[in-house]
């Protein structure tokens, strides 16, 4: 970042995090208040509906007394228990006097739904929307419940008549009571229902998105809206629980459902049992709150990011000779060394204009003299390559003197002189260059057949390795620093025929080159001395492991540690172990 920037987001930050801070705390109080004054309403309307279904008990119970104090209505239902036969002016005077009073007396309470009377005997004609048979009572859904007179009956549909007649009213609940006589028993059965939706005004209807009604009857049974039922089948068990252990009065208690911090309020409802419970999500209060929160937030930041494009204008203004500095700077380092920063005034940037200047003359001195030891390392590299066309000189005199012998037929010296020729053009090409395990088996051939030169005896060399093997890189004048080696400290007192044996052991990850000979072999203390040398143990007395330690040091420095050089004493002679890394 620009010293500008930095400075815009230090002030940036500066007024962000104590706005914020204050932010989240207003947030945090308003939703504290936000959520009591939601579970306030939440209580008022646990209080309105018990006081609803206290008046809609009273209701019932009294239009039940009505109903079963009516001596015509117990003498109708008497006659018809005996099987008595009614005329039809009789029916229609009881229809006219006491069916359309208790009409009206329905009718004119807007709080009940339906008054019913259902008695067994299929002779006499119904007297809607009074009097039924006992059989079109059976067509409700509380007659298989398992209830008996004086109780209350919930939350089911009028399905007196069929569909396609009268629409069925649903969400119904009724006191059920059974009309006795002294002498006669069983006389018919009364229903007086009132709307649940007028008793309980939250239960059935389209839920909020921060609250859940469930009515809890005295057997446990659980009446929502269809959308809660699955709500309501997966916490039954703990919101059962939870109420079991509820006090006889309005109550509030905050529990966590499946992760989610909810507030469950309920009352009891005396008279018909049970409790009104609501469950209120603690997101779904302050979802709104946090909306609005997040766009106060949104819209400090968008101001506060325009604030800061102010600001830096404004320091940018104010370092403006700095950046004058630094553009020179900048010119310097993409090469232009006669760039000179003006007078600046004798403040700290005035003072680095001034040091950057002398900062620039210094560069421009070293340069100066790099060019020249430029100058000498060239004059180097000339002198080089006329020793290198020397050696040319020297290639091509070799090759002629060996074309001497073959026109003489003295092929055994035109071999040595090729093989002389091929050492010395290997040796003296590139010496830090990293060739293949075939080219330096060749030079090895080479020195050998210059070497058996001078033996009375015969030096073979067998090469046992694969054509992958062959292939793996290594560096130059490896191999034949350890084959004159086995030459000189191994073969060379035994005097006598014999073979240098080259094979491979591939593993997984590292290939291990073995040069084996059959001479005199090694001693334990200098076999000691030598893996001392190799580890970097100074030993005075190890002079003959110079050539083993440089050619151990070279592998380490071309592959890595996993690299290096080993020698092991064999029951015949002694073998020299070469680790190369298979991932080189």
């Not at 859940?212 to 659980?222: E, N």
């Not at 003489?408 to 002389?420: F, P, V």
């Not at 054509?467 to 191999?479: N, S």
């Amino acid at each position: 970042m620009r010293l500008n920037q930095k400075f815009t987001m230090m002030v940036f930050c500066i007024v962000l995090i104590p706005v914020l801070l204050m932010a989240l705390l207003f947030f945090s109080g308003m939703r504290q208040t936000l959520t009591e004054d939601r579970l306030r309403d939440i209580e008022a309307d646990l209080t309105q509906t018990r006081a609803n279904v206290e008046k809609a008990v009273d209701l019932c119970n009294m239009t039940t007394q009505v109903f079963l104090n009516n001596s015509n209505l117990l003498e109708f239902l008497s006659a018809a228990k005996q099987n008595e036969t009614f005329s039809p002016q009789g029916l229609i005077a009881f229809y006219r006097g006491e069916v359309l009073a208790f009409e009206r007396l329905v009718n004119a309470n807007p709080y009940l739904y339906q008054v019913r009377v259902f008695y067994d005997n299929t002779r006499i004609p119904e007297m809607m929307p009074i009097l039924y048979h006992t059989g079109r009572m059976e067509r409700l859904a509380w007659t298989d419940r398992d209830w008996h007179s004086g109780t209350w009956q919930f939350d089911y549909a009028d399905t007196l008549f069929p569909d396609e007649v009268s629409k069925p009213v649903r969400h119904l609940m009724c006191l059920v009571t059974t009309i006795d006589d002294f002498d006669l028993g069983d006389l018919g059965t009364l229903e007086v229902s009132v709307p649940m939706d007028d008793v309980m005004t939250d239960l059935f209807a389209s839920p909020r998105d921060d609250a859940r009604y469930f009515y809890v009857d005295q057997a446990d049974a659980w009446y929502c809206h269809p959308s809660q039922t699955d709500f309501a089948a997966a916490h039954r068990e703990e919101l059962t629980h939870l109420l079991d252990e509820a006090p006889g009065s309005i109550d509030t208690v905050q529990i966590r459902l499946n992760g989610e911090r909810v507030w469950v309020s309920s009352i009891p409802l005396g008279t018909i049992g049970g409790r009104y419970v609501a469950v209120t999500a603690h997101s779904a209060l302050t979802r709104r709150l946090s909306q609005f929160q997040w766009l106060f937030l949104t819209g400090t930041v968008a101001l506060l990011t325009v604030l800061a494009f102010g600001i830096n204008r404004i320091v940018k203004a104010m370092l403006r000779r700095f950046y004058v500095v630094l553009d020179a700077i900048l010119q310097v380092q993409d090469g232009n060394l006669a760039v000179t920063v003006p007078d600046l005034g004798t403040d700290e940037i005035g003072l680095l204009g001034k040091q950057v200047n002398v900062m620039v003359s210094r560069i421009s001195l070293l340069m100066e003299e790099n060019v020249n030891r430029q100058l000498l390392a060239k004059n180097s590299e000339i002198r080089a390559l006329q020793s290198q066309i020397n050696a040319h000189f020297l290639y091509n005199v070799l090759e002629s003197i060996k074309m001497m012998a073959e026109v003489d037929e003295k092929y055994e010296i035109a071999d040595a002189i090729h093989s002389l020729g091929q050492l010395l053009r290997y040796s003296m090409r590139n010496p830090s260059a990293i060739v293949t395990v075939e080219a330096e088996v060749e030079n090895c051939r080479n020195y050998l057949t210059l070497m058996n030169l001078r033996f009375d005896y015969h030096v073979a060399l067998e090469n046992r390795l694969s054509p992958d093997v062959m292939q793996l890189p290594l560096p130059k004048m490896t191999l034949q620093p350890l084959i004159e080696n086995a030459v000189v400290h191994g073969i060379g007192d035994a005097a006598r025929d014999t073979v240098i044996l080259l094979e491979a052991v591939d593993e997984a990850a590292v290939v291990e080159l073995r040069i084996r000979d059959y001479g005199r072999g090694i001693s334990t203390h200098d076999l000691e001395s030598i893996r001392g040398r190799l580890a970097g143990e100074p030993d005075a007395a190890a002079g003959n492991s110079i050539g083993l330690k440089n050619v151990h040091d070279r592998l380490v420095m071309a592959f890595g540690s996993g690299a290096g050089l080993d020698i092991t004493a064999e029951q015949q002679g002694a073998c020299v172990h070469i680790r190369l890394p298979r991932d080189t």
